[in-house]
């Protein structure tokens, strides 16, 4: 009895901890930009909190109900051309809109979630690339969301509502924060919750879990539908931000891949997984591009893709565990 | 729609689904051995096409004659990537599936980065080979002859494979594919029959770019083309099974070909995915699967 | 996080200050694929703005065009061009977000781009914004200059001109022989480009009253091409006509051969078949295929500065100037001879002098009757002209006034 109680203010400690880290973290990012005036940096930490908070949307799904998606990209396009066609043929504001197309793409998710559950392992990858591929093919072929062609964004004036401005990036970066800071949030509150432990039991011992009384398919759904409802509302972000959609630009297989990295460099199924490496992967992919990849020789791709080995090989389990390191360390001096 | 025409839109499927047949062999070998799923699978093929472009506009011999050539460099690249890459993600002790996903997705952007440092983003040709553009017309239905030669030679790989695992390699690497823990009780090296399964799946689709270099482009990101249709083979035909990948292989080649004479071309992989989620609803572990 | 973050702003900080040059130098930022698929064509392009930007500022021998004299800018006191590249990926995010940083960090005056319209869309968006000129040297979409932008300048003819002397090469063609056209195939690749470039065709099929046997939109970078094939033989349509790049080029021309059809007519709407690549793959199966195309090597006579311009980029990167690189040295000479004409670098006094713009057709290297913009920021002079392949090389047929040779014209045999 006693252990038991020790063990949970323990637990809670450690989560109440976690808030204070966030909150801290959080205050340091509102701020950050307002000292910071090149653009090229402003736009460098939009597009990182974006792919944190995509990430953590990601991780819900893969990191801790264990069902590695490949094909994320579906739900971040379906979320992006939702939000889009509202606001370009109806327009509806880009808030609203966002929070449609999250739903279309929980809707979505769980509709591809349903038959493609009972795969396992790296059947339900492949799977899941292939669902993808299908929204491609489809979005790509439809006339009515512009096909190839795309969705131009016009400019409708600087407007809070719209969430348009000419050329001031702050407004956006609020945005995103507010996306990262809500994705995080969720994962926290979930990571404490009941439908939390199923998760990990899920992705621990099938049969184990199924012998607990853990409802696997209900406890799957569930992830997928948190999941897909974030990666749409970051797609729809993303086309508001850009200015223009396309097939090739947002149902990417590559995009898919990006969108799980960050999760997988920093930690799968941590809660600064995410986020930490999305913070290393997101700039130095954007930096090397730039100031390397303006040669044309590939060198910017081997980085990349040395990158991508390196950390899967030599800290399997992500970044984060650096960063535990050195507080255990610092922990252990004290 | 006449008959002469069924059959030259099935035979060019078959045709298609014999190479794609041999890319997911290659793949499929490599998964049943050790878990491993080679994300970097399009682009060894891609490296063995860019092998033999370079020999055969170093010495104009024809890809047929440096066909062992460029399986013996690929079955090392095999090796080397193991030794160098796998066997260190096989000994990681957090989110090994994800490390094994992860490293040889890694690999596959390295290697394309690499191709186009080394040879620059240019489309290439093998031009002047033996069978370049000549197709023989049996009663109305036209063989190309570098798709023809390509599919024998998928045949005789996947002959050849079926003799390897009736020898006592074959033997071993089956015996280490069903209980890879079991194995070393009984004397084999299982790291070794793993460096050498790796070497084996990279020159059968090494073999497969050789053949396919006949009559397809060579560039950096040629891999990708083939890639996914490589792993919807293997899933299709069931991981770990040959004969699965070689029955997948010629199902998807067809299926892709009828399906782009019945709808819109641009939509014909649409019908290959289609097959392949219907089939896994009623087969989860593929047609012939075996994990 | 956040001392790497600080880290990352240092670094970019010391990049940026890097990048400040001699005070004197007109920076301009050019955006195009440099890595990835469309990689083949940037890096043309990049050698096509190097070229161009050597002779504007080199001294040398003067050479018959328009910025040809060399020695930098004479209208800013012997100022030259700086370029800055930067790689789009073919993405437009990425083309987007390097445009803004070619312009606040590199403090370019102007871009130019960019190869595929998706990219050129969003790049335009950039710098109408920050209030800059946008030079669209090869950006074919027709749909790209009605978006009312007061910063966007096309020196390229679009798909919907480059249709249109198609067929009015097929109404020409068919007095001329007596084989008019009856029928066309439609066969495009899946992406902006194909579908625009079709739907023009299309259209235009339909005013000239020639049926449209047969509407293949294809899969691009597909593994075999030889359904699609054999839908074209079955359609045995007079002129095939293409829209599609280098690699899908290569592979129709093989899969038609290995089905044994042998086309009346190709009518390719450029891109991969105007690239050396397809000539060297394709090989004996190009022979007699057509295309459009909006420079012509071949117009030396007419157009003296092809010579030694031509020499300089075969010297350069190895190969003779073609559609593209052609456009896009052009482009970079119409920029240039803005900002020299206005005499200062402020972006607003260069986009006066671009709408003030009229070159003659013989001060450039293009066949075009000449590079003035209407109220879009098209240029409207831009006249294209039909190529045929013969023993492996393009060769101008039409306008009938600037031909070097007859076609060989298929149809009705």
Redesign the interface.
Same mark, same amino acid.
């Not at chain 2, 990681?92 to 490390?99: E, P």
């Not at chain 2, 997705?105 to 440092?117: D, E, N, P, S």
């Not at chain 2, 819109?264 to 649409?270: A, F, G, R």
């Given at each position: 009895m006693d252990r038991t109680t020790g063990m949970n203010s323990s637990i809670t400690r450690r989560r109440r901890r976690e808030l204070v880290v966030a909150g801290v973290l959080l205050a340091i990012l509102i701020v950050l930009p307002l000292p910071i005036h090149d653009v090229y940096t402003r736009n460098l930490i939009i597009i990182t909190l974006l792919f944190a908070g995509l990430s953590q949307g990601w991780n819900i799904l893969g990191g801790y109900c264990g069902q590695i998606s490949l094909g994320h990209s579906l739900y971040f396009g379906i979320g992006a051309y939702v939000s889009t066609m509202m606001f370009v043929g109806g327009h509806i504001p880009p808030p609203v809109g966002m929070v449609a197309g999250g739903i279309v793409a929980a809707a979505a998710a769980l509709l591809v979630g349903w038959p493609v559950f009972r795969l396992s392992g790296h059947y339900y990858a492949i799977a899941t690339v292939v669902v993808q591929e299908i929204g491609y093919l489809l979005a790509l072929n439809w006339d009515f969301i512009g096909g190839a062609s795309g969705i131009y964004v016009p400019f409708r004036g600087e407007s809070w509502l719209n969430l348009q401005f000419r050329i001031d990036k702050l407004p956006y970066h609020y945005l995103v924060l507010g996306f990262a800071a809500v994705t995080w949030l969720v994962a926290w509150w979930l990571e404490g919750s009941r439908i939390g432990f199923s998760w990990r039991a899920v992705k621990d011992d099938v049969v184990a879990a199924r012998s607990l009384g853990v409802r696997i398919f209900h406890s799957k759904m569930v992830a997928t539908a948190v999941s897909g409802f974030f990666t749409g509302v970051g797609g729809a972000i993303f086309g508001l931000y850009v200015g223009y959609i396309d097939p090739d630009s947002i149902l990417s297989g590559q995009l898919a891949i990006l969108i799980a990295l960050p999760a997988v460099l920093g930690g799968v199924g941590t809660l600064w997984g995410p986020f930490i490496g999305a913070a290393v992967l997101i700039p130095l992919r954007e930096l090397s591009s730039s100031y390397l990849g303006s040669s044309g020789n590939g060198v910017d791709l081997m980085l990349y893709g040395a990158l991508i080995m390196g950390v899967a090989l030599l800290r399997p389990q992500g970044l984060v565990s650096l960063v535990n390191l050195v507080r255990g360390r610092a922990h252990g001096a004290a | 729609m006449a008959l002469d025409?069924i059959l030259?839109?099935v035979i060019?499927g078959l045709l298609?689904g014999l190479?794609?047949a041999l890319v997911a062999a290659g793949l499929s070998l490599i998964?049943g051995l050790m878990d491993v799923?080679n994300f970097a699978h399009g682009e060894l093929m891609m490296v063995a096409m860019y092998a033999v472009f370079t020999l055969w506009q170093m010495t104009g011999l024809d890809p047929f004659i440096l066909l062992p050539v460029v399986a013996a460099l690929l079955f090392g690249l095999g090796v080397a990537i193991y030794r160098l890459?796998i066997a260190? @993600?096989l000994s990681?002790?957090?989110?090994?599936?994800?490390?094994q996903?992860?490293?040889t997705?890694?690999? @596959?952007?390295?290697?394309?980065?690499?191709?186009?440092?080394w040879y620059?983003?240019?489309?290439?040709?093998i031009?002047t080979t033996w069978l370049a553009?000549r197709?023989a017309?049996v009663y109305g239905v036209?063989l190309?002859l570098p798709?023809v030669a390509a599919g024998v030679v998928c045949l005789a790989a996947f002959a050849g494979l079926l003799a390897i695992s009736r020898t006592e390699f074959g033997r071993a690497l089956e015996a280490t594919r069903e209980d890879r823990e079991a194995v070393a009780l009984i004397g084999i090296d299982r790291d070794r029959i793993f460096a050498l399964g790796w070497g084996l799946g990279a020159a059968t689709v090494g073999v497969a770019g050789v053949m396919l270099a006949g009559?397809?482009?060579v560039?950096?990101?040629v891999g990708a083309?083939?890639a996914?249709?490589a792993?919807?083979t293997v @899933?299709l035909g069931g991981?770990g099974s040959m004969f699965g990948a070689l029955a997948a292989g010629l199902l998807i080649g067809e299926v892709?070909?009828i399906t782009?004479?019945i709808l819109?071309?641009?939509?014909?992989?649409?019908g290959m995915? @289609?097959i392949?989620?219907a089939v896994?609803?009623f087969r989860?572990?593929?047609l012939f699967g075996k994990i | 996080m956040k001392r790497f973050l600080l880290a990352t702003a240092a670094l970019v900080a010391l990049g940026a200050g890097q990048q400040a040059l001699a005070a004197d130098d007109v920076i301009i930022g050019v955006v195009y694929p440099l890595t990835g698929n469309g990689a083949p064509v940037g890096l043309d392009a990049k050698a096509a703005y190097e070229v161009a930007a050597d002779i504007i500022n080199s001294t040398h021998a003067p050479i018959p065009m328009v910025m040809g004299a060399g020695g930098g800018l004479s209208g800013l006191g012997g100022a030259k061009i700086k370029l800055v590249f930067a790689d789009s990926q073919n993405d437009p995010q990425k083309a987007r977000a390097e445009a803004e940083r070619l312009i606040t960090q590199d403090h370019a005056i102007a871009i130019v781009g960019s190869y595929t319209s998706a990219t050129g869309a969003t790049i335009s968006q950039v710098t109408e914004r920050y209030e800059v000129p946008y030079m669209s040297a090869d950006n074919s979409s027709p749909s790209l200059n009605q978006r009312g932008l007061k910063w966007f300048f096309r020196t390229s003819p679009h798909d919907e001109m480059f249709t249109a002397a198609m067929y009015q090469f097929f109404k020409d063609e068919g007095v001329k022989t007596g084989h008019p056209v009856g029928s066309v195939a439609l066969f495009y690749e899946d992406s902006i480009f194909g579908t625009d470039s079709s739907t023009v065709q299309r259209k235009l099929a339909g005013e000239a009253k020639i049926t449209v046997a047969a509407d293949i939109k294809y899969r691009a970078n597909s593994p075999s091409l030889s359904a699609e094939a054999q839908k074209l033989k079955a359609a045995n349509a007079d002129v095939i006509m293409p829209s599609s790049y280098t690699s899908d080029a290569i592979l129709i021309l093989r899969a038609m051969n290995e089905i044994g059809y042998k086309p009346k007519a190709i009518m390719a709407q450029a891109a991969g078949f105007q690239e050396s690549a397809f000539l060297t793959g394709a090989g004996p199966l190009a022979e007699g295929a057509m295309s459009r195309s909006s420079f012509a090597l071949d117009a030396g006579p007419a157009r003296p500065a092809i010579g030694p311009v031509n020499a300089l980029y075969k010297a350069h990167n190895n190969k003779d100037m073609n559609d593209n690189t052609s456009r896009e040295i052009t482009a970079l000479m119409t920029l240039a001879d803005a900002i020299n004409r206005a005499g200062s670098a402020k972006p607003e006094d260069i986009r006066k002098a671009l709408v003030a713009t009229d070159i003659p057709g013989n001060q450039t290297i293009m066949p075009w009757a000449g590079i003035k913009f209407d109220e879009t920021g098209q240029n409207v002079k831009g006249t294209p002209v039909i190529q045929q392949v013969t023993g492996g090389v393009y060769h101008t047929i039409w306008p009938f006034e600037v031909a070097v040779q007859p076609a060989v014209w298929g149809v009705g045999q």
């Open positions: - | 025409t030259q839109v060019s298609m190479i794609y998964f799923v890459l260190r @993600a990681v002790r957090f989110n090994r599936g994800m490390v996903i992860f490293v997705f890694g690999l @596959a952007i390295f290697i394309r980065g690499f191709m186009q440092f620059g983003g240019e489309f290439r040709s031009t553009n197709t017309n036209y190309p798709q009559f397809y482009y560039s950096p990101n083309n083939f996914l249709i792993y919807v @899933a991981f892709e070909a782009a004479q819109e071309p641009s939509l014909k992989q649409v995915f @289609a392949y989620l896994l609803m989860p572990r593929g | -």
